[in-house]
Structures are given as structure tokens and as C-alpha cells.
């Protein structure tokens, strides 16, 4: 790229972004010694685990250099904020032994450290208007999230109840990207037919509701043959929010909610994966051993943590089952307690909340929807993790992103953040030289 004048003073315009960004990493450094001096200490330090923290520092600091050295626009927080709660994911893995220093070179250390890079990287491809290339083709995003339904379907191994492909990923992660851009495309095209004040019985109103209902049927179906009960219930609140964003009519939320009580309830009657994971859910300490042990040892974990935690190294999360994937929050609760636990969930709403704030602001209807998307799904997806440890609602087996060990989700929900850093960038006032507009684009 060549070095413009406009390129080489946005090299000043992102101090804001690097503050935050050595704040998180010091954050990191702190803790991560922490949970060597008080879990590890008994293995001695190794240059592994030197290479384990010192490539997630690199690379963080690889995806700021990035966003200056292409002068970007987007908001100054959403990176800080993801290697904040990817760094708090990787330190704590490591506390959990789910890696050791040694594993540094591995794909599930990998992730980790790309999650920073792939977020920048979405971030500068489709910035400044550019995210509104993916809304030429909406039908394209629809078809291939059934293609990925369908292969995993075909192909896919089946373990502890869920459907996974080769080596144990989930390809189904992919599709809460799709469906959101498909979505958008859609609502941003025929979405004034439906919006309020507009009346719904109209021939358009029909068609719209027959093209927006059927594009989100389309991989459901396919879901509903996976059992995938997670990604149905994900799927099928995004719908609903993304359509009352689009319309302004809270109708659709309730109807999304209604419809997905209503499959919960036909499976628990009919479906017998469905009635384990209920029974499970409804009365856990029936069966302590069991079905119910996961949800058991959740809860037993939450409320151990009380207020201040047990502190690091001090909890039992290795006696629950999947800890670090489906049951990672009840750990932290455990050794953060309540105030750590919310800390962090913090974090998470802070990007939620900078998702409709953006969403709010920018001019284009498909990359505002784009936007709300990305954060209806964070907000899900959170709700569905927390929910499913604290047993607010039936266990669905997500994973909490940049907690949770896995790269599918992680890669994923960096793109999502992405695409909110991307649409950041097309309402922001164009960069001068005086020192206000400066300091305004900092705020941001």
C-alpha cells in the first residue's frame, strides 16, 4: 500500500486503540503469572511457556500494526476488547491444563493467537462501505449454510450426542456468519414492505415474510435432522431480532421466542436426545450421577465461587465434564466468584453495546442490519452459555467465545467483531488536520 499523506497521519490516529491494547496485555502478563505461580509452579518454567504467552502478545500486537498501517477508521475498542477476553480465555485454558506450554505449536494455541489477526483483517477488507458487497448476493450466503448443513450432516462423526466434522470441529459455527449477511441482504431489499406503520396483510407483505421465513428454513431443516438444538434456538432469535431491527415491530422477537418454546417443547415430548437434556435441566439432582452430573457440578461451582471466588487454583473445575468447552463460566465463577464472572461478561456487553450504537448510526440499511446482527448473535450466543450454567434455561452445549477452548466458535465470532469494526468505520467524519477531528476519531 502506498504510504499517502491521509495513510501516514492516521499512524497518530489510533493512540487510543494502543493504549487500551498494552492495558489488555498487561492484564494478561499479570495473570497468566499468577496462574503459573499458583497452579504450575510445581513444573518449572520453560521457554514453552514463554512461546505460548509471548505468541498471543505478538500477535495481538501484529493486528494493531495492521489497523495503522492501513489507516482504519473502525472503532478503537473492539480489538482491546477481544484480546482482553481471548487473553483472560487463554490463560485460563492453561490453567485448566486444557494445553500445556508445550502444546504451544498446536492448532487449539493457534486460535488464540489468530483471533486477534483474523478480527483486523476482517475489519480492513470491509471497511469504508465495503461490507456492502456481500449484499449483492444474499441467496448465495442461504445456500451455502444448507451446503455446510448438509456435508456435516453426511460426513459429520457423531460424540457425546452432536454432530462433529473432521477432528472433532464444528462447521456448523459457520453459519450463524451466513445467515446474518443472507438475512441482511434479504430484509435490506424487501424489508419496507413489513416495516411499522405499513400495513402486514398486503400481497408484499405476504411475499416478504414467505422470502424471509423461507431463507432461515432452508439450513433449519437441515438442523432439526443434526438435532443441533443449540444452533436452532441461536438461529431462530437471530431472526427474530434481525427482522424487528429491520421493521421496527417488536412482534417478531416474541413470535422468534414463541417458535423456539414451541420446538423445545415438541422435542421434549418426542425426541429422546431432548427429553435427557430436560430432565437434566428440570430436576439434575435426580440424577446426580447421571444425566444430570454436568448440571449438578455446574451449580455446585457457581455458588461455591460466592462473591469474591476461591480464588485461582483453589476450585474443582476438572470435575465437570467438558469444563473447558460447554462449562467454562461455572469455572470462572468458581475461582473469580460473582464480581470476576460479571467482569467479564461486562466485557462481552460492551461490545454488544457498541454493535447498535454503530448499528444506530451508519447510513446503509444492509450494513446497519449486518451490525445488529453480529450483536444479536454475541448476545445469544452469551445468554445460551451463562443460561445453560446457571440453569436459567436447558443445556445446549455452546461454547462462550474467547473463553472457551475451540477454534470454530473463536474464528467465527472474530469475524462477526470484525464486521462491527467494519461498519464502525462508514459513519465516522472524514480524517483533517486539526487537532479536534484528531481527538473525535480517538473517542470513537
Given at each position: 500500500?502506498?504510504a ?7 499512524f ?15 492484564l494478561f502478563v499479570?495473570?497468566?503469572?499468577i496462574?503459573?505461580?499458583f497452579?504450575h509452579?510445581d513444573?518449572?518454567f ?5 512461546y ?14 495492521l ?8 472503532d ?5 476488547i477481544?484480546?482482553l477476553?481471548?487473553?483472560i480465555g487463554?490463560s485460563?485454558q492453561?490453567r485448566l491444563?486444557t494445553f500445556q506450554?508445550s502444546d504451544w505449536?498446536?492448532?487449539?494455541c493457534?486460535?488464540f493467537?489468530a ?8 475489519t ?5 462501505n465495503?461490507?456492502k ?7 448465495l450466503?442461504i445456500?451455502?449454510?444448507f451446503?455446510v448443513n448438509?456435508?456435516v450432516?453426511?460426513t459429520?462423526?457423531t460424540f ?6 473432521p477432528g472433532?470441529?464444528t462447521p ?8 446474518i449477511?443472507?438475512?441482511a441482504?434479504l430484509?435490506a431489499r424487501h424489508?419496507?414492505h413489513?416495516t411499522r406503520?405499513?400495513?402486514l396483510?398486503?400481497?408484499d407483505?405476504?411475499r416478504?415474510?414467505i422470502i424471509v421465513f423461507?431463507a432461515w ?7 432439526i435432522?443434526l ?7 441461536a438461529?431462530g ?8 431491527m ?7 422477537p416474541?413470535a422468534?421466542?414463541a ?6 417443547w ?6 429422546g436426545?431432548?427429553q ?5 435441566w428440570?430436576?439434575?439432582f435426580?440424577y ?6 454436568q448440571t ?8 461455591n465461587?460466592e462473591?469474591f471466588?476461591?480464588g ?5 473445575p476438572?470435575?465437570?465434564p467438558?469444563v473447558?468447552t460447554d ?10 466468584g460473582?464480581?470476576?464472572?460479571i467482569a467479564?461478561?461486562w ?10 450504537t454503530?448499528?444506530?448510526e451508519?447510513n446503509d ?15 445469544i450466543q ?10 436459567l434455561?436447558?443445556?445446549?452445549g ?5 473463553l472457551?477452548?475451540?477454534g470454530?466458535?473463536?474464528?467465527v ?5 470484525g464486521?462491527i469494526?467494519?461498519a ?5 467524519p472524514r480524517?483533517?488536520d486539526s487537532?479536534?477531528n484528531?481527538r ?5
Open positions: 500500500m502506498a499517502t499523506a491521509d495513510t501516514r497521519r492516521f497518530i490516529a489510533r493512540p487510543a486503540e494502543f493504549r487500551f491494547l498494552l492495558a489488555a496485555l498487561g499479570l495473570f497468566f503469572g496462574i503459573f505461580a497452579v509452579t513444573q518449572g520453560t521457554a514453552d511457556d514463554l505460548l504467552a509471548g505468541g498471543f502478545i505478538v500477535a495481538a500486537l501484529f493486528a494493531h500494526g489497523m495503522v498501517m492501513f489507516g482504519s477508521r473502525s478503537t475498542t473492539l480489538l482491546p477481544w484480546v477476553l481471548c487473553s487463554l485460563y492453561y491444563k506450554g505449536n498446536t492448532p487449539a493457534w486460535m493467537a483471533a486477534p489477526v483474523v478480527l483486523a483483517l476482517t480492513l477488507v470491509f471497511e469504508n465495503r461490507l458487497w456481500l449484499a449483492k448476493m444474499p441467496g450466503w445456500i451455502m449454510a451446503g448438509v456435508a450432516l453426511s459429520g462423526v457425546r450426542g452432536a454432530v462433529f466434522g472433532k470441529t456448523t459455527e459457520i453459519i450463524k456468519p451466513l445467515l449477511i443472507g438475512l441482504g430484509l424489508g419496507h413489513i406503520g405499513t400495513p396483510f398486503t400481497a407483505s405476504r416478504t415474510h423461507g428454513l432452508i439450513p433449519a431443516v437441515v438442523l435432522l438435532g443441533d438444538l443449540g444452533m436452532i434456538t438461529t432469535l437471530l431472526l427474530g431480532i434481525m427482522m424487528t429491520a421493521t421496527k415491530r417488536l412482534l417478531y416474541l422468534g421466542a417458535g423456539v418454546a414451541g420446538l423445545g415438541m422435542a421434549m415430548r418426542w425426541v436426545k431432548a435427557i437434556r430436560f430432565s437434566a428440570l430436576t439434575p435426580d446426580p450421577d447421571t444425566r444430570g452430573f449438578a457440578r455446574s451449580l455446585f461451582a457457581v455458588f465461587g462473591f471466588g476461591q485461582i487454583g483453589n476450585g474443582l476438572q470435575s465437570i467438558l473447558e462449562f467454562v463460566y461455572a469455572a470462572v465463577a468458581e475461582e473469580f460473582f464480581i470476576g464472572s467479564i461478561l466485557l462481552v456487553f460492551a461490545i454488544i453495546r457498541k454493535s447498535l454503530i448499528a444506530r451508519n440499511m444492509f450494513s446497519s442490519l449486518v451490525c445488529s446482527g453480529c450483536g444479536a448473535m454475541w448476545l452469551i445468554l445460551m452459555h451463562v443460561g445453560g450454567v446457571i440453569k434455561i436447558p443445556m445446549t455452546v461454547p462462550f467465545p474467547g472457551s477452548s475451540g470454530s466458535a473463536m474464528l465470532f472474530s469475524v462477526l467483531t464486521w469494526g467494519a464502525s468505520s462508514g459513519f465516522k480524517f483533517q487537532r479536534k484528531i473525535a476519531l480517538n473517542r470513537r
